[in-house]
């Protein structure tokens, strides 16, 4: 690892001057104050260097959105694998849908490579570097010695956090890399006690050295205290889970607290106070951030309807690639008084808006209903009209292009209501229904009166699909639960032997070993001979 870690150190090293100069100039939302000195010994020798290094940590971690290739990958491929998703087509459809980044050699597989284990293993190492710089400055304060710390720290556990849920088989290192060590080889990867003692560490010490109110996309406190009670459940520590999460929620100093309707959760720029981690991004402005086709993967093409012209109230322009599933659809209608999927989270019917039909709904395609007779209606009714995703259309956008720069919400509140449900409900110490009806309530669901585990892996269902972590949950939840979930609700299942081949049924191409994703060879083959692939990859 430390040969990958010199790797992109040398890869990367420009890159970070370029990134600290292009973020530092976003000074609306992140507060930086832009300098005309910016070198390798500036960054890490001085208290504004390291200040600036800290904020490139944010440009990286925006980049997994909104750079090259990846701008529409970044934050569809995760969405795409779940047991809520029907993927439909393009490269994300194959991704989604098992067919590709099933090897380590094939081409999604070096996707998910540059999108998670590079960039996430970079943003680990600019973070060390930025950790033992600080730590070493005598010139700094002990207050902004452990401001900056804290935020690196934050996201290194981040990193390594997301890398040990999607591999399990990872690398951890708290050493900063020098030509001297670069090329020492690692030939085994860490050991799980190994990995959680240091993300444990290290969001403890951003715990205490975050403060709670922050600029919208600074993380604080409250971000920390929340991924450290993803963390607790990962590691089966129920109270410590349960601790952290009712702190969010009730700690009085916490600014955080649901807002009203999920109408206004996805609403304007999404800087309220439910959210824990936004993404900001800016029109007109250096360092504003990249544009993205991210909404439009999740967006159906009513567009192409003659007398409905997009518009963002009805999605914007979509490519209708990854779509809610009949199980999803199925969830959100189990109470017919659910506003989630009322146009808020999920929007179900479409209007025409142009000529003399303008405000009627369109019926004019039907979801396949006779698996024994397929017709063009199926697959325009898919293209078309087909319920979609609203949680990445911002009201600014340009209804008329595939391209967007609006803010995404990474982390908010209403999941750490069910972290703590959850964990209450393990622990067996206290009362979890006060916490999910909570998520409920606001959407207008009645509220239950027993809860179990696949209640909350149903609210989960409901109030944070597409969000990226669903696949995440259900492997935490166990191998057990992620292949049941996979096996019998993945994409819309009995659809695809008559419509696209059962070899596109993500049902049937789905395998146990799956619940780890394959290292990119090329990224197996810098560590030792020794170091193992994931097993079931070849």
């Not at 067919?99 to 490579?113: A, I, K, M």
Request: proline content about 4%.
């Amino acid at each position: 690892m430390k040969t990958t870690y010199f790797y992109q150190k040398v890869k990367y090293s420009l890159f970070l001057l370029m990134a600290i100069f292009f973020t530092i100039s976003c000074e609306d939302f992140l507060e930086e104050q832009p300098t005309t000195l910016i070198d390798a010994d500036y960054v890490y020798t001085t208290e504004e260097g390291l200040k600036s290094g800290v904020v490139s940590l944010y440009k990286f971690y925006r980049d997994r959105y909104d750079q090259g290739t990846e701008d529409y990958m970044g934050g569809v491929v995760l969405p795409s694998r779940s047991d809520l998703a029907f993927s439909r087509s393009g490269y994300t459809g194959l991704m989604g849908r098992y067919e590709r980044g099933v090897s380590p050699v094939d081409l999604g597989s070096q996707f998910v490579s540059s999108l998670f284990w590079k960039r996430f293993y970079t943003i680990a190492n600019k973070a060390t570097d930025i950790i033992n710089a600080a730590e070493d400055l005598d010139s700094l304060d002990e207050e902004s010695r452990d401001k900056i710390i804290a935020e690196a720290k934050f996201f290194r556990a981040l990193s390594y956090f997301f890398l040990y849920r999607m591999y399990n088989n990872i690398y951890v290192s708290t050493e900063t890399v020098t030509v001297e060590t670069a090329f020492e080889v690692i030939q085994n990867k860490s050991s799980e006690e190994e990995i959680f003692a240091l993300l444990n560490s290290d969001l403890a010490f951003a715990v205490e050295h975050l403060d709670w109110n922050v600029t919208f996309g600074r993380v604080s406190k409250g971000t920390a205290k929340h991924i450290k009670a993803k963390v607790a459940l990962w590691e089966g520590n129920w109270t410590e889970a349960r601790n952290q999460a009712v702190s969010v929620i009730e700690d009085p100093d916490s600014p955080h607290s649901l807002v009203s309707s999920t109408a206004d959760v996805f609403k304007g720029d999404r800087n309220h106070s439910e959210q824990l981690f936004v993404i900001q991004s800016q029109d007109n402005i250096l360092g504003g951030g990249g544009t993205t086709m991210i909404n439009a993967n999740f967006v159906t093409q009513y567009f192409q309807i003659p007398g409905i012209n997009a518009e963002t109230a009805q999605g914007g322009r979509g490519f209708s690639r990854v779509l809610p599933n009949l199980y999803l659809q199925g969830l959100l209608a189990a109470d017919p008084n659910d506003t989630r999927d009322n146009d808020t989270y999920f929007r179900l019917k479409y209007f025409y808006n142009d000529g003399p039909n303008s405000g009627q709904e369109i019926t004019i395609y039907q979801p396949i209903t006779d698996l024994n007779n397929p017709s063009r209606t199926y697959t325009t009714f898919y293209q078309r009209l087909h319920p979609s995703t609203l949680k990445y259309t911002q009201d600014d956008d340009d209804p008329n292009s595939y391209l967007q720069r609006s803010n995404i919400m990474v982390y908010r509140l209403a999941e750490t209501y069910l972290l703590a449900a959850e964990a209450i409900l393990r622990s067996g110490s206290g009362d979890p229904l006060p916490y999910i009806n909570a998520v409920r309530t606001r959407a207008n669901a009645a509220p239950l009166t027993s809860v179990t585990l696949q209640d909350i892996l149903d609210e989960n269902a409901r109030e944070l699909a597409f969000e990226g972590e669903r696949w995440f949950t259900l492997k935490r939840f166990g191998a057990e639960t992620l292949n049941f979930q996979m096996r019998n609700y993945a994409g819309d299942g009995a659809f695809f032997p008559n419509n696209f081949g059962g070899s596109r049924d993500p049902r049937v191409n789905w395998q146990d070993y799956f619940i780890n994703w394959p290292i990119f060879q090329e990224d197996l083959d810098l560590f030792g001979p020794s170091y193992p692939q994931n097993t079931g990859y070849n």
